[in-house]
Nanobody
C-alpha cells in the first residue's frame, strides 16, 4: 500500500529556511504526480505545490510561489520541498500526498511534519 513518510520540519525564525523530505513506497513513484499540502492550526488542508512525474513540470500556490521549491529524485523515491523566506503564516503541518492539486482532500498522504515559524 501507499506509504509516505515526511521529515525535516522544525522551529525556524521568520526569514529562515527549511528543507522537507518525503520518502515514498508501495507504488510507482517515478510515474506519480506528487503534491505538498499543509494545514495550519484550526484551518483546512491547503494545496501548496505539485510535481509531475518527470520533475520538470511544477506548480505552486500564489502563497508560496517564489519562496518554496518542489523537487524529486525518482531513483530514490523521494520528494522534497525547500522552504525559504519563511513567514509566521507558514506555520503548519506539512504533508506530502499522492495526487495533484485537484485531488480531493488528498487521502493518500503521510503523517506530516510540523513547521513552526516564530521569533
Amino acid at each position: 500500500q501507499v506509504q509516505l513518510v515526511e521529515s525535516g520540519g522544525g522551529l525556524v525564525q521568520p526569514g529562515g529556511s527549511l528543507g522537507l523530505s518525503c520518502s515514498a513506497s508501495g507504488f510507482t513513484f517515478s510515474s506519480s504526480v506528487m503534491t505538498w499540502v499543509r494545514q495550519a492550526p484550526g484551518k483546512g488542508l491547503e494545496w501548496g505545490s505539485t510535481s509531475y512525474s518527470s520533475g520538470s513540470l511544477n506548480y505552486y500556490a500564489d502563497s508560496v510561489k517564489g519562496r518554496f521549491t518542489i523537487s524529486r529524485e525518482n531513483d530514490k523515491n523521494t520528494l522534497y520541498l525547500q522552504l525559504t523566506s519563511l513567514k509566521t503564516e507558514d506555520t503548519a503541518m506539512y504533508y506530502c500526498a499522492k495526487g495533484s492539486r485537484y485531488t480531493r482532500t488528498w487521502p493518500q498522504r503521510g503523517q506530516g511534519t510540523q513547521v513552526t515559524v516564530s521569533s
